[in-house]
């Protein structure tokens, strides 16, 4: 496997957002914490990471604290709990944070 990055800066955080997808390829996945997970909300943030093929997943607990709705049908973004969330640092040969 790739690499999982956690990004937890928010959407404003353009430049955080920027390098984080510019060392993204295929096989990674990214995983949305803390107030990065506003972005789900702004579905043209997270394009540019699904046209690259990246998994996408967002920490529920973290959605739930800042009333980002896990259930809508819109979603993208798979959520996980903390017991996925290392699941997923296991899975992945390396995790970045940003």
């Known amino acids: ?10 959407p404003s955080s353009r430049e955080a957002w920027r390098h984080c997808r510019q060392r993204m390829v295929a096989r990674d996945a990214l995983l949305l914490v803390a107030d990065a997970v506003y972005a789900i909300d702004q579905g043209a943030l997270l394009e540019p990471f699904q046209v690259k093929g990246v998994s996408l997943y967002a920490l529920l607990p973290d959605m739930l604290a800042r009333g980002v ?6 979603r993208r973004v798979g959520w996980v709990d903390f017991e996925e969330f290392v699941d997923l640092t296991v899975k992945y040969q390396r995790v970045l944070m940003w």
């Open 1 to 10: 496997m790739g690499v999982l990055h956690v990004l937890g800066q928010p």
């Open 69 to 74: 709705r896990p259930d809508e049908p819109s």
